[in-house]
């Protein structure tokens, strides 16, 4: 299976602002992109390359492949 | 599996003018296209070489393999 | 797998004139077909080399492998 | 797998001159071949290398791995 | 896998003279052969290289991965 | 998986002299081999790579992956 | 896989001399060994690259992945 | 999956001298080799390169993936 | 399949500086990566060709495909 | 998969000098080791290049995939 | 699979100074690193290509693929 | 798969002293490698290129594909 097989995160922002940062893969671990998101918005985020780690800051649900987390 | 076989997620904007916003893949994270829907309509959408991450803005119902989510 | 087994949405049309837009796969994403169904046909499509996302205009039922969804 | 495992569907016709449809894989998307289908004849077509949409025409029932659903 | 391990359906005769109709696979969609079956005659027929397509004409039962019909 | 793992079919006579009668796979399709059965019998049968589809004259009852038909 | 891991049945002798027959894969269809049971003796046997019909004669009880079946 | 995976069967041994006869693979099937189990001894034995069929004479306990069978 | 289709893990921090600390895969296992999370925020983390083990300090739930698990 | 992922049996032995023998893969069957467990004692033992076959004596539990057999 | 996708555990320290010890897979089997966990620390720990073997010391649970252990 | 993913079991001490015992993979099967475990302490071992069977002695849990068993 190539990348675009690659598992995903859904993140609904629960207030202006939610930040989904994306951490790089390999020898290095550190922010390489910040999605801001509104009230509201969903993102829907894969695992790539370049991503191997997805933060989530302000208020959002994140669903998952083990069930929802309600950031807090 | 080629791309072919991606996974998909399934958009209904539930108000005029929902956006559907492709990501990029790679290096770089940016905006490459946006889908507009009118009320009612029902988009398909499959991550690809190009597309890692989406971004659904304005009133719509998102079904991904977790489950239905609302934007708003 | 190679293309034939591609996934695939089935509509049926609820009205004249619904619209089934195949979006290309690629840098850009743009209209490439659009097939119009009368009142109660029923339309199977797969996922292609050509097409990564589907859009339906007027009053259908969408079925994907996460369930039925009515555009209204 | 080969194209000889692709995914079917199943027609039955529900009255005189059902018409499936196949509709060409690749850059363009048009009619390949009608087969038509007296009343109470069944027929079962799998995606080929040809084929990446079926449309159905006239009074069916059509069965696909997301359920059956009926024209009209 | 190789052909021998394509799907196949099963096809009961209810009366004498039931068809059942292989299509071609390929560019050209045409009837290749034509097996002829009396009241109560069991076919279990495979999807192969040169048969894409399975019509069933007269009164008969069949059964595939999506249950049975039959035609009437 | 080689021809080894093919799916195969189960046939039970229920009278004297049934047939299970094998068509040829490929261009032709044509009768290659009828196996008799007495009364009571029980015949094992894989698809091949000379055998794509396989006919039952007589009572008999067939055992397949979709369940059991009796012919008659 | 490869033949040894081949699906078998499972044949229970119910009186002296059952007769479970190997009929030859290829071309031709004939007999190439009958193993002969004695009541109450069990034997296991796969599909090989010899096998790929199997056929049961005399009382016995035969089990397949389809369920168990009584000659008679 | 090599031979090392191969599927087996479990036999316990109900009276003295029970018989796990292995037969040949190829294109004669003979016996190769006569295991003797006494009363409450238990044997697992694998098909293998060499094994294609197994004959369990004397009261025993076969298990396998069908089921268990009793020898009488 | 490739690294971007690793398994991953859930961290919830339930408190100010819960650290994520990923641990070097090959000979040597020491800590390459802190990442510290406030009350609240979500870390989803693969393991990686760099990242074989993964350390939880600080008050945390972390989900995991065996089930959830509170640090204390 | 290679012979590290081989499948296993678990005998638990019941009595003192419980036997788990070892039988040879290949044209030949005979006893390559033979493995002596006391009273209590576990022994897990995979299917490997040199071993198609394993014999239990004396009463010990055999826990296989179809499940538990006692020696006796 | 590459090492990127192998097993793991998990393990949650109940009190001060519990190990988790990797065993050197290969030819010797010996400790090659000691991990210290304080009281609610949790450790997800793969198995790789230096690690065949993982010991628990000191009061802690562990969650495997067969269900949660706790040492005492 | 590699060796890294292959099948583990787990073993937890209840008394001083238990020995979890490798045996050799190959031509000669024989101790390798024998882990002492202190009361209550866990081992979670892998089958490698080097171990084919494990044995336990001393009072233990062990934990299997097959479920648990207490050594005695």
Redesign the interface.
């Known amino acids: 299976?190539?990348?675009?097989?690659?598992?995903?995160?859904?993140v609904?922002a629960k207030e202006q602002g939610v930040q989904v940062i994306?951490?790089t893969?390999?020898?290095?671990?550190k922010f390489?992109?910040t999605?801001k998101?509104?009230r509201?918005?969903?993102?829907?985020?894969?695992?790539?390359?370049?991503?191997?780690?997805?933060?989530?800051?302000g208020?959002?649900?994140?669903?998952?492949?083990?069930?929802?987390?309600d950031?807090?």
Chains 1, 2, 3, 4, 5, 6, 7, 8, 9, 10, 11, 12 share one sequence.
């Open positions: 299976m190539d990348a675009t097989h690659g598992d995903y995160i859904v609904k994306g951490l893969r390999g020898l290095d671990t390489h992109h999605e998101l509104d509201g918005e969903v993102l829907i985020a894969q695992f790539t390359d370049h991503t191997s780690a997805i933060k989530i800051r208020k959002a649900t994140v669903m998952t492949k083990y069930g929802s987390v950031t807090d």
